[in-house]
């Protein structure tokens, strides 16, 4: 157990950089321009601030790795079963909303930040990604290259098939490329690892969170999440001796 309850099986995630005998790299060669930040935007704190503000405030193409988990609006639609409105329905209930375009608007902050090669882990329900989601990333210099399957190892909620897993779409700033960027290559595609939602009801899982953004970053580096609810991913960057900068509107 980490110390917020989170419990893990996550056996393959623990730093590797061994890749002898494969044709993978487990160099990284990127790296970020050093950051000078304003005063308001202070380092591996819970910020409480708007997402999109915060994005604002960072420097263009300066940040190797973030973090986008929306709030929303269709899930909150497609889930509101009977029980929805009591315990956890009403915590979901009582979260800021993002539409289409709000999430749009976020993953293009989030484009202006990121440097070349840089990721972006996108959190995405099942509905959306049956849908697809490439709107939000059009006119941007990203596209998928990726994705995982997370399997929480509970059994959830659903009219027929009860849901057990979430994903997480890997999408990568122009030029997109593996070699010389990404250096862990022990990552499986689908994980399970529970996570405790005492604190927040979407909270996501701090081990694999922290092995992917080691996998995209070098110690010191920053970490991005402008809507980050429990701060799951602030406990993974120092997990990972990375920095991170992320806040919640709700603090
Ligand atoms: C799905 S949750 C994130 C959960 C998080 N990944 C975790 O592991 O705990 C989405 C969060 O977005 C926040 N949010 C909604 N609109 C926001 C905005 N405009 N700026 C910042 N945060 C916002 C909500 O308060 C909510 O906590």
Redesign the pocket.
Known sequence: MSKSGYQTVLPLLADSGSTSGSVYSADRIVQAPALELPEVLNPNTRLKM???EFLSLLPESSIPVGFL???YRGVLEKLSYGNEGKSRGRRRSA??Q?NEDKIGQFILGIDRVLIPSGHLFL?VDKFHLCQGVRDWFHGTKLDIVDLLTWDKGTFGMGYRTRRRAEYCAVLQKDPRKAKGVWKAHNIPDVVQETVSQRD?P???PVELQGALLAAVSHEGDYVID?????F?VLEAAQLRGRNFLG????G
Do not use: R, T, V
């Open positions: 708007d997402g999109l988990d929306p709030q979260l800021e993002m959190w927040h979407h909270a996501k402008p809507a980050a609810g429990s799951s806040c919640d509107i709700n």
